[in-house]
């Protein structure tokens, strides 16, 4: 009795432990109203699994060696009842599981604007080998493994990459969004708590995969103007020459910031995927790429 009660409190501590910082942990409403899918989604699936326990252990008890009342009839075959019932159940499950992601999909479509009053922050991203780097056009400022925004106030991305296929990903606030050279993907977002929440990359990209993690800040408001303010007043200038020596591959590369961003780098920098995409295609015969 009392090893099975230490068992029971450190499987609820493993599972409690495992939702801080994660997706069972949301600052958002967009992770809110994931996780209230998955909630949806996995009551609905243990209306078949519990009953079904039950009536496993209930058949094997009642039909034990030492119950004389259970009637032995070994050539029954077939029961229109329990085909209806063995059948229905599980029909009616997929139905309603198969609704609540349908309707959550639609939703939770990334590139649909978060309903606020408050104007969306715009912050251009470019998934690099291996980094992250985060412009912010209306500001003129850029950040390379950091990104800051306003508790609040929603943030509508632009995401592309700079050649491998990336995956974006901050499980505390948003669903994860993939990145590609040459198209721009959209991803909307909001915190509505202040803290610092985990970013990452949830692609496999090479060898420095591990490395390709962010911090991302939500901060007040003021505090945000504040940030935006002081990174206009120093560091490096991000223009195409600058973003040509980020490009390059490097690991564990520590957070800084650009105090200015030369006007439509971020086109340049998907029509620059896009000729390299196209480069490659021309490098490599049809069914060459169809090998690879």
């Known amino acids: ?5 230490l068992t029971v409190v450190l499987l609820v501590a493993a599972t409690l432990g495992g939702c801080d910082g994660g997706v069972l942990d949301p600052k958002g409403p967009i992770t809110l109203a994931e996780r209230q899918i998955l909630f949806n989604a996995t009551g609905i699936m243990l209306a078949i699994v ?15 060696a030492s119950n004389a009342r259970a ?39 990334p590139p649909k604007p978060i309903a606020s009053s408050t104007k969306p922050l715009k912050v251009q991203v470019v998934s690099l080998d291996w980094k992250w780097l985060f412009i912010y056009p ?10 800051t925004i306003p508790v609040g106030t929603p943030v509508s991305f632009e995401l592309t990459s700079s050649g491998v296929m990336n995956s974006f990903f901050v499980p505390q606030l948003a ?11 959209h991803l909307n977002l909001r915190a509505d708590h202040s803290g610092t929440y985990r970013g990452m990359s ?21 505090s945000f103007a504040q940030w935006a303010a002081t990174t206009r007043g120093a560091g490096p200038v991000l223009d195409a020459k600058a973003y ?34 196209e480069g490659l295609c021309v490098a490599y015969p049809k069914s060459m790429r169809a090998e690879r």
């Open 1 to 5: 009795m009392r090893y099975g009660l």
């Open 50 to 64: 519990i009953p079904v326990a039950l009536a496993t252990l209930g058949v094997a008890f009642w039909f034990r």
């Open 71 to 109: 009637t032995y009839r070994p050539d029954f075959i077939y029961s229109g009842r329990i085909e209806m019932l063995v059948w229905s159940i599980p029909l009616m499950t997929v139905l309603l599981v198969g609704t609540v992601a349908w309707i959550g999909a639609y939703d939770l479509d």
């Open 138 to 147: 209306e500001q003129g400022i850029a950040s390379v493994n950091h990104l």
């Open 175 to 185: 669903g994860q969004i993939y990145t590609m050279a040459g198209m721009v993907t």
């Open 202 to 222: 949830a692609n496999y990209s090479g060898a420095g995969f591990s490395d390709m993690v962010f911090k991302v800040d939500a901060v007040a408001p003021d």
């Open 244 to 277: 040509a020596a980020l490009a390059k591959p490097s690991q564990a590369v520590a957070p800084f910031t650009y105090r200015s961003v030369a006007n439509g780098l971020f086109v340049d920098i998907t029509s620059a995927a896009m000729q390299s995409a």
